[in-house]
């Protein structure tokens, strides 16, 4: 049987050569001497199934250390609570004292793992005859025929601690006192589960050490830290972590891929303390030669005033640090709750320093992707976390009520499923259309929506094509604006619906298969009104309510004309066919008979993109030059291209131009299309039953381009 020795005194034992390890071990804390003293006998194969252990409870094992401090008991709590040291938290334990248990206790109650399962306490000096102390301790009459070594032998392989046995939760918690605040803790040890799920390794701070950033290894080190992991750390178990981390392979994958070539601004007052590491971790996948770049602020700017003392300059701060933000151009904000630490440790979650920046990026950027990182899992937390100003959270996994609900796996891959979608198309096209609304917000010389245009008329029943003219307001630019913003705020609100309910990332079925489809209805009911928005934005360009040039509200006409039976064809008022295609794609989905709406967020994209190019690029003659009438129609009509109907479907380099309005065979006839459009009271909507596409004439071709291009990034 092995025999450890942890004793600076010298004490000669009867019949026993212990092993001393003490003088190679140097530390100023008792923490990193026990982390040295595990390394060692790691190193040197000492850690086998039989083993005991001589603990001196008054040794001085760090330098300026006092008799009095009891760093032996110390180093007992440090071997029972020490994950990682195979069977040696069981081996037995002798500690041997100058003062009797009760004046131990009397002093130091939280000495009280002296009482429990596996520790045998001796006076001294009498315990230096150490087998007349134990026969004389324990009263067992079969041990006086026993030599030393089998007595030892015996009470180890009868008596050994259970620090994995629940009954041996009264000798940690009478020595445990919770923090005061959660996010110290949940910072530290979040990283920490973050890195063993990312590694895959098991107690890294014996396996690999250098793995761990220092304030991060400290801190598990601690006997504080191991107390609160071995009473509340607990989680539940989702099978073995080499099968999560086969699954967690996929998401980082894809999420280097969507991450390439994107910078990201990460405001976190503990990003020096391997969030920072982790993040680069795992959005390159070679952390050498990054493809996507994490920014985050100097130390400085992140020193806020206290907000309570010096609300004044506090303010100031915030908005200067959000200022630099949006300096950064990043395509994705993280951001921590509470960057003033423990400072706002019991701020309202609402006036966290976080929110109050999320709040200024958003006055200056409000359709950048913003990513909290909180360490609390309470509802308060939770349901601010979900407001407007952000648009996903993960919870930092903590201690105790504050813990991961899942593994850490679970944990780790969601955190990677949430920055590939913030990350992902429809965020990156929000971006860009963001791009194009600041683009006509700050234009200087006047959209073509903003002068008097002259609009073709139509061609049928022999008539020959007037200019129809469009008067704006003065103030058209403004009231274009209004309407925009809701409409892209809206298309934020519906890409956060699919986040916070259902289509789970790609790569992690099971991390989202938990999460529920939100009701169609409510979805359908921000669709709805994105498209209602769209269309009201048609009709203050051309002015709808008091002209009516579409001749929507007439009872021959469909948005701007009727359909002639005779040429299968539409006849139209005012030839804004880019227009007419919006208008019919909005009533397409909002005037469905079965009261669904059959719009997909590709819908919502197309239509929005389509939108930006219908108002940032010119296709039709503004205020023509005077001359011969006949000629300025003939210019208008061509420099406006024709809508014509057409059977069968478009090809494929079109797909943004598709509009679904026939039936499966590609034949519309002027009798089923009358009673669709009785049916609907003069607007176009279309039934399921009806598949067949417009097509468009070539003249199209700038604002194809363009909707492309917002599309896809290209």
Partial sequence: MHIELLDDCGFHWEDVEPHDPLSTIKADDLASWFWLWALERRKADALGADGLFLIHAHGRFTSGAHRQDLQGIEILKHIRLTPGLETVNTWHAIVYSFEPLEQILSRKPGSLILTSPGVTFLRLPAALALRNAL?????????????????????????????????????????????????????????????????????????????????????????????????????????????????FTPVRLELTRTAAGKTIVYVDDEADNGWLHLLNDLLNQNVATPLCQTVVPYAEQLRLPDKTNDEKNYKLSVKELARWVNRQRPALLILDLRLLGAREAYQDPHE?????????????????PILLFTASNKAETLLISRSLDVDDYWMKPGLGEHRGLRSREDDLIALAAKLDALLGEDYSWLQRVAGELRAIEKRRDAHWWEQTVQWPGPEYQGASPTLDTQHPDKDIRKQVLSLLHPILYTTRIIFRLNEMFGQPARGAAKVGSSRYIPPESLVKTFRDALFNQVGQLIELVHDLSRDDPFGCRTSNGILGGYFDGAKASFVFRRRDWWAFRLFAFRNQHTHRSDGGSSATDNDVKTAISDLFAWLTIARIQVQPLPGDPAKEIANAMAATPKLIWRKGRLPEVYPVLRLDVGDPTGVITAKNSEVELARCGNELAVDSRFRDQFAMRPEFGPLVEKSWALLRGS
Avoid: C
């Fill in 352 to 368: 966290a320093s976080g929110m109050d920046l999320a709040r200024e990026v958003r006055r200056r950027n409000p359709y950048l």
């Fill in 135 to 247: 026969v004389h301790a324990y009263s067992q009459k079969k041990w006086n025929s026993l030599s030393l070594t089998e007595i030892l032998a015996d009470l180890g392989m009868n008596n050994p601690a259970a620090p994995g046995d629940r009954t041996f939760r009264p000798y940690v918690a009478s020595d445990y006192t919770p923090p005061d605040s959660a996010h110290q803790i949940s910072n530290w040890w979040g990283i920490y589960e973050m890195y063993l799920a990312f590694s895959g390794i098991e107690f890294p701070e014996y396996s690999r050490p250098e793995s761990l950033p220092e304030g991060v290894r400290n801190f598990v080190l601690r006997l504080d830290s191991k107390k609160a992991r071995w009473l509340e750390a607990s989680r539940v178990s989702s099978g073995a972590a080499e099968e999560r981390l086969a699954e």
